[in-house]
C-alpha cells in the first residue's frame, strides 16, 4: 500500500476495472488490513463509496468500490473509449 496513493490512476487484476484511487488505509467494518477505494470509471462497482453507512470517499452508485492493495496495479491506464476506434479496425 506504500506505493498506491489517492488520485493515481489504477486497475484492478480481477476484472481489469480502471479507476482512480480515493482512498487508501484501513476501513472500519471491512476485515483487518489495508484497503484501497477506488472510483470506477464505469458503474460496475458494488457500492457508493460507503461502507456501513459511513461515507469514506464520493462517487455514484455502482462507481466505487474496495479491494487489497495487492489487488490493484497504478500507472498509465487512461479512461478505455469504447467509440474510439483505431485505424486499423476500419
Same mark, same amino acid.
Request: hydrophobic letters at 35%; charged letters at 35%; glycine letters at 14%.
Given at each position: *500500500?506504500?506505493?498506491? *496513493?489517492?488520485?493515481?490512476?489504477?486497475?484492478? =487484476?480481477?476484472?481489469?476495472? #480502471?479507476?482512480?484511487?480515493?482512498?487508501?488505509? #484501513?476501513?472500519?467494518?471491512?476485515? /483487518?488490513?489495508? /484497503?484501497?477505494? =477506488?472510483? +470506477?470509471?464505469?458503474? =460496475?462497482? %458494488? @457500492?457508493?463509496?460507503?461502507?456501513?453507512?459511513? !461515507?469514506?470517499?464520493?462517487?455514484? @452508485? !455502482?462507481?466505487?468500490?474496495?479491494?487489497?492493495?495487492?489487488? +490493484?496495479?497504478?500507472? %498509465?491506464?487512461?479512461?478505455?473509449?469504447?467509440?474510439? $476506434?483505431? %485505424?486499423? $479496425?476500419?
Amino acid at each position: *500500500s506504500k506505493a498506491i *496513493s489517492v488520485g493515481q490512476r489504477c486497475e484492478t =487484476v480481477v476484472g481489469a476495472r #480502471r479507476g482512480e484511487v480515493m482512498y487508501v488505509g #484501513r476501513v472500519k467494518g471491512l476485515k /483487518w488490513g489495508f /484497503w484501497c477505494g =477506488v472510483k +470506477l470509471d464505469e458503474p =460496475v462497482g %458494488d @457500492n457508493d463509496g460507503t461502507v456501513k453507512e459511513k !461515507k469514506i470517499f464520493e462517487c455514484g @452508485n !455502482k462507481f466505487g468500490m474496495f479491494v487489497r492493495p495487492k489487488d +490493484l496495479k497504478v500507472g %498509465d491506464y487512461p479512461e478505455i473509449d469504447e467509440f474510439d $476506434m483505431d %485505424d486499423d $479496425m476500419i
